[in-house]
Each structure stands twice: as C-alpha cells, then as structure tokens.
C-alpha cells in the first residue's frame, strides 16, 4: 500500500539553510494533510497540518505547499535548526474516515 | 501542556499470551486512536473510537484486537493470543474532533517472544 510516497529515506542539510521535505500521494480522496516529527523512542509530535481547500500554510518557521494536481506536498523548514533533526512523517486522510495514513518518514539531519 | 499518555512503556510478553496496553487520551478529546509501527516499517492505523464504540478499524484489527474505554479516562488496547509479528511500537493519539491533528503518546513497545 503505498498511498502516501516519501521517496527520500534521508536528507542532510546545513544548519540555517532551508530544508525542503517532500511527499506524493495517491488518493484522490485524500483531503487532509499533515506533517508529523518524530524523535527517537518518543511518540511523533504534530508540526503543521493542510486541507485541500488550502495551497499553503504558515506556522513560523514551517511551511506546507499543496499541489493537487500533482498530488504533491512539501514541508519547508527555514531556517533548519539543529533541534530539527528528526524524522519527518507526512500522513493523509480523506473526509470520508479519521485514519491518517502514513508515508514512511524522512530522517532530516542538520549539519552544523 | 496536556498529553496522551501510555503505559508501559515497554512490555515483553511470551507467544500466546494476552497483553493489555493502556493509555490515558488528552481529557477534553473526543476521538481515541491506535497506531503501530512494526520496526523498519511505516505507522499503520489499527483504529479509531468516538462516542463508546469503533467508529473505524483496519484490515489489522481482527479478532485477536480489542479496544475498551473503562472509565472517563482509560483508553485500553487488549491482543489476545500474541503472536511474534505483533512485535511493534504501539501509539495510542487523541484529537478533539474527527479529521484534525491526532496527539500522540510516546508508545509502548511491545516484544512478543
């Protein structure tokens, strides 16, 4: 079941540079958007969330970009942070049910 | 800050056996959910409960799972008969409502050996 792609297992990126994290899907019916963080041995944190009514949403330093024709989301962090090393989860849900289905995660590291 | 929390954190339990895994949701929540992620492999949804009952369930939740509210805070997870392949981290998630961000604890990984 691959609804939700994240293509890159890893992404190294210099501390103050901006980090750009993406992820495809493949369900129409998905209107719902989220980016999750998550630390080692700890639960995934909730980041920033979009619905499909929405191409982009701001929250500090967190962006996320919606392409629904290309059914492609980003998360852009700016600047990257040491702290915001981790691994980055992108997960979607349609309207039709709560579950959030998950794409396999991204391991952001930021060099100093 | 409010947080979802789980007990134990990490439980080893032998084949065949039936474990309980608690968690206690953020209070004013409405919705309650299970998630594992079996090592290497991505989170899967197990499912959701709203108003005292399951209001959706995957493919994984079969028989063997069973999901509880107890009591006003209590939010149980119940394998009967664990197999090796439940081997997993277990996340329990609150949201308020239906279809917006889940909360999540930190997980109770499960061995089953």
């Known amino acids: 079941d691959q609804q939700v792609k994240q293509n890159s297992p890893s992404l190294s990126v210099q501390e103050g540079r901006i980090s750009i994290l993406n992820c495809d899907y493949t369900?129409?019916?998905?209107?719902?958007f989220l980016w999750y963080k998550k630390y080692p041995a700890e639960g995934p944190t909730f980041l920033i969330s979009?619905?499909?009514i929405k191409d982009k949403n701001e929250d500090g330093r967190f962006t996320v970009f919606l392409n629904k024709s290309a059914k492609h989301l980003s998360l852009h962090i700016v600047p990257s942070q040491p702290g915001d090393s981790a691994v980055y989860f992108c997960?979607?849900?349609?309207?039709?049910?709560?579950?959030?289905?998950w794409g396999a995660g991204t391991k952001l590291i930021i060099k100093p | 800050e409010p947080e979802v929390t789980q007990t134990p954190s990490h439980q080893v339990t032998q084949m065949g056996q039936e474990v309980i895994l608690r968690c206690v949701p953020i209070?004013?929540?409405?919705?309650f959910y299970w998630y594992r992620q079996i090592l290497g492999q991505k989170v899967e949804f197990l499912v959701s409960?709203?108003?005292?009952?399951?209001?959706?369930k995957s493919e994984i939740f079969d028989d063997q799972f069973s999901v509880e509210r107890p009591d006003g805070s209590n939010f149980t997870l119940k394998i009967r008969s664990t197999k090796l392949e439940d081997s997993a981290m277990y996340f329990c998630?609150?949201?308020?409502?239906?279809?917006?961000?889940?909360?999540f604890g930190q997980g109770t990984r499960l061995t089953v050996v």
């Open positions: 209070s004013n929540h409405l919705y």
């Open positions: 998630a609150s949201s308020p409502a239906g279809n917006t961000e889940a909360f």
């Open positions: 997960a979607a849900s349609p309207t039709s049910n709560y579950q959030l289905i």
């Open positions: 979009i619905s499909s």
């Open positions: 409960f709203y108003n005292n009952e399951i209001s959706e």
């Open positions: 369900n129409s019916m998905f209107d719902y």
